[in-house]
């Protein structure tokens, strides 16, 4: 299991909003096994795999949080997006990021949208997405658990920015007999003990009583969150 952790100057570094509010826009979050859509004023259009081409010998261009084919990342994009797209429509694209994938991340990201021609590219951090899609309310420290195929992370966000986050390459793609699903909800407990000790404030605390937000396809893993709860003591809240 790998731990990271960037500092907090480095964890916020996403470009501003554009001025233009009229824009088209188009929100991409892109994971190791689904790849999702939203289209400005229609809502989600897409929740598909995470495959440049569907079929036998299907090719998995992003694999735990690193996009690892950037033109075939393009293609499926292409081959998703391009025929929604109005023709001479030049949308603003928001696209997730992992809290920890790194400049590198957002670099690929942006490489790989430019087939849908966008206007402006922007990215957001995954667990602050998670906080905004649920309504969360972001003046308090709040901590999200994003358990995705291959990944999770832990993310405390103070004021709505990340503040603290580790990950481990582990999720429920992972889970066979060698790797029980409760080794999720262990992983999930130890990175918090970990902020929790290496915080010198009080505000993993106050996010952990506030009870963590739970994202991604592990948050409707009972056999992961009860595993979590037990470790933890503290109220779940699981979010689409």
């Given at each position: 299991m790998t731990l990271l952790r960037r500092p907090r100057a480095v964890l916020s570094r996403h470009r501003p909003w554009p001025l233009c509010r009229q824009c088209s826009g188009v929100a991409l979050d892109m994971g190791s096994a689904r790849t999702r859509a939203w289209v400005s004023g229609r809502g989600m259009i897409l929740d598909v795999p995470t495959v440049t081409f569907p079929g036998a010998g299907a090719v998995y261009p992003i694999q735990r949080g690193s996009i690892v084919d950037t033109q075939g990342t393009a293609r499926m994009l292409d081959?998703?997006?391009?025929?929604?797209?109005?023709?001479?429509?030049?949308?603003?694209?928001?696209?997730?990021?992992?809290?920890?994938?790194?400049?590198?991340?957002?670099?690929?990201?942006?490489?790989?949208?430019?087939?849908?021609?966008?206007?402006?590219?922007?990215?957001?951090?995954s667990a602050r997405a998670v906080a905004l899609g649920a309504g969360a309310d972001l003046s308090r420290p709040l901590l999200v658990m994003d358990i995705g195929a291959h990944l999770t992370e832990v993310v405390l966000l103070v004021d709505g920015a990340v503040f603290d986050a580790r990950r481990t390459a582990l999720g429920t793609g992972d889970i066979d007999d060698t790797t029980p699903s409760a080794r999720i909800g262990e992983a999930l407990a130890d990175m918090t003990t970990s902020m929790l000790r290496q915080d010198g404030t009080s505000l993993t605390l106050d996010a952990l009583s506030r009870g963590p937000l739970l994202a991604g396809g592990g948050a409707l893993r009972p056999e992961i969150t009860c595993r979590l709860a037990d470790r933890l003591h503290v109220p779940l809240r699981a979010v689409p």
């Open positions: 081959r998703l997006l391009g025929h929604r797209l109005p023709r001479f429509t030049r949308p603003v694209v928001v696209v997730t990021a992992p809290v920890l994938g790194g400049p590198a991340y957002r670099t690929e990201a942006r490489s790989a949208v430019e087939v849908l021609r966008p206007r402006s590219v922007l990215t957001v951090p």
